[in-house]
């Protein structure tokens, strides 16, 4: 089995994002990588299939940046702030380029990955029905083989790469997140390739409560990111910035000022470390 | 809105959400005035209130409100963290949730719901945030409470999205698509109280809160809005609800 590497952020978004990749940044709320975004806009990559449950700030950075031909996802609200205005300008004004929906409920997405680590075609569950969700395409409905019951179907979603942010790895490359861990275990096993940037690098792995463990034949690439998940958080490592969540509505509202903030504290950035 | 002025429309709409909770109950709760309405219950008279947020907390109890669905002090005070799709599989679709709070951008007579676009899916005029978990609570929560402020944008004749079913177009509907849940049991507004008829479960006007008149209720609804008579008067706030509402959101240092 090929163990994972550890990688500089810069060679790792080199060596496993293209362009026209169908790539996944997940984590509900808590560890968004947004370190790693950052690095995906700095290196300019172009018509990504970007997948996420919550697009959120990180997302809107990217659409934003025209980084994103197409977007799969749930929910693409700045969670108790308001509207995501990147996201927004590209479906209603095609700016800084047309942005194609496939659009889930958050039970469909979440189920869309259980199929992809399952390497399953689809996965069945309860609901979609008579909303007209069901006719974007992503969904279908199967009747149950041993009760007849009409169940919708999401088709899997299998990432070319996955991009997860954790608290830890260890030197034998194995890594730990704990917290809310949101949908990154499925995440990371439906993709082709991943990867994880760390708080820190530890001689050994502590077991904790509600900690998802992926050992190192799972994952790509390891990168030490010290304050990656920033304005997201990593639970015992920092607090969720929700005063720049609420700073982010006026920042993203105006283009040039959107563009203005991007040049000054992404693109003048370096990979190394966090972003603040 | 003074520390000592009166209740504003939007808290009598959170206080009269928070009323609907009972004790024990378990709540799924989404930000905003849920949010705010669910914590309220918990410190009123449902101290028991079981509080589930979407992101994978079961059984929260945040000392103060949380601006996100994933707040750090939602998971430092769970009793269980589970993943996100053990969330949507074991305990929403399953129907272990009691009242599932939602909100809409656009809400019909049936009390389905659009929080996806305004105007055209291709070429909205409003991209709205989408579904989330919404169509899944919805369709299996025993019974779902809906809050939005009322409007003639809201409350309107036809949704030009439908991403959560309230009853579809009527009775039997719920069924026939293979629904668990009971429905929306109630919709609270910043004007008064709606319930589903027992007739046909179109929505129907039976409480409105202090200061309101029946006429503003209908002007602010796109279709002929039934009264049901007779029609009641909601309880002004106690100023224990207000003091207690106003100090959780001083405590979250924003409106949340």
Request: hydrophobic share 40%; glycine share 10%.
């Amino acid at each position: 089995m090929p163990r994972s590497t550890e990688l500089s952020l810069g060679d790792a978004v080199a060596e496993h994002v293209h362009d026209g990749d169908t790539v996944a940044l997940e984590g509900f709320t808590h560890l968004i990588p947004f370190a790693a975004g950052h690095e995906i806009i700095r290196q300019g990559r172009r018509d990504l299939t970007v997948v996420r449950m919550t697009p959120d700030v990180i997302y809107d950075q990217l659409i934003g940046m025209g980084c994103v031909e197409r977007l799969v996802f749930s929910y693409g609200g700045n969670p108790g702030v308001g509207s995501l205005h990147r996201m927004r300008d590209a479906v209603e004004n095609a700016w800084p380029r047309p942005l194609e929906l496939v659009e889930h409920s958050h039970a469909g997405l979440a189920n869309a990955y259980v199929a992809g680590a399952s390497r399953l075609p689809f996965a069945a569950l309860r609901g979609y029905a008579g909303t007209d969700l069901e006719h974007g395409g992503a969904v279908a409905f199967v009747e149950c083989p041993f009760t007849g019951q009409r169940l919708s179907a999401v088709r899997a979603v299998n990432p070319d790469v996955s991009v997860i942010h954790a608290q830890q790895a260890d030197r034998a490359g194995n890594v730990m997140l704990w917290g809310l861990t949101g949908v990154q275990k499925e995440a990371v096993l439906a993709a082709d390739r991943s990867i994880v940037t760390v708080e820190e690098i530890v001689d050994e792995l502590e077991p904790r409560p509600h900690a998802v463990v992926l050992p190192s034949w799972v994952v790509t690439a390891i990168c030490p990111v010290p304050g990656g998940a920033w304005p997201s958080y990593a639970h015992d490592y920092s607090k969720r910035d929700n005063v720049f969540y609420g700073e982010w509505d006026a920042i993203s509202r105006d283009r040039d000022t959107f563009r203005a903030w991007m040049d000054e504290h992404v693109m003048a950035a370096s990979a190394v470390g966090g972003d603040r | 809105m003074s520390e000592n002025g009166a209740p504003t429309p939007e808290e009598m709409m959170t206080i009269a959400a928070a009323r609907e909770v009972k004790d024990r109950q378990v709540l799924l709760v989404g930000v905003g005035p849920p949010n705010a309405a669910a914590n309220l219950a918990r410190r009123l008279h449902a101290p028991d209130a079981v509080l589930v947020y979407e992101s994978g907390a079961i059984e929260a109890k945040p000392a103060r409100l949380p601006l996100s669905i994933g707040d750090d002090d939602l998971a430092e005070t769970a009793a269980e963290l589970v993943s996100v799709p053990e969330m949507f599989n074991y305990w929403v679709g399953a129907g272990r949730i009691d009242v599932g709070f939602l909100g809409a951008a656009q809400l019909d007579r049936h009390a389905n719901i659009n929080t996806t676009v305004i105007g055209d899916y291709a070429h909205p005029k409003v991209r709205l945030p989408g579904a989330g978990g919404a169509p899944e609570i919805a369709a299996s929560s025993r019974e779902v409470i809906i809050l939005l402020r009322q409007s003639k944008r809201s409350f309107v004749e036809k949704l030009d999205f439908t991403t959560s079913i309230g009853f579809g177009a009527g009775p039997g509907e719920r069924e026939r698509l293979g629904f668990t849940g009971a429905g929306p049991t109630v919709v609270i507004t910043d004007l008064g109280i709606l319930r589903p008829s027992p007739d046909d479960q179109e929505l129907e006007l039976v409480a409105i809160h202090p200061g309101v008149e029946v006429d503003q209720v209908r002007e602010a609804t796109g279709w002929p809005l039934r009264i049901r008579e007779p029609l009641e008067r909601t309880d002004p706030p106690s100023e224990q609800e207000l003091s207690t509402l106003r100090e959780l959101r001083a405590a979250a240092g924003r409106q949340a």
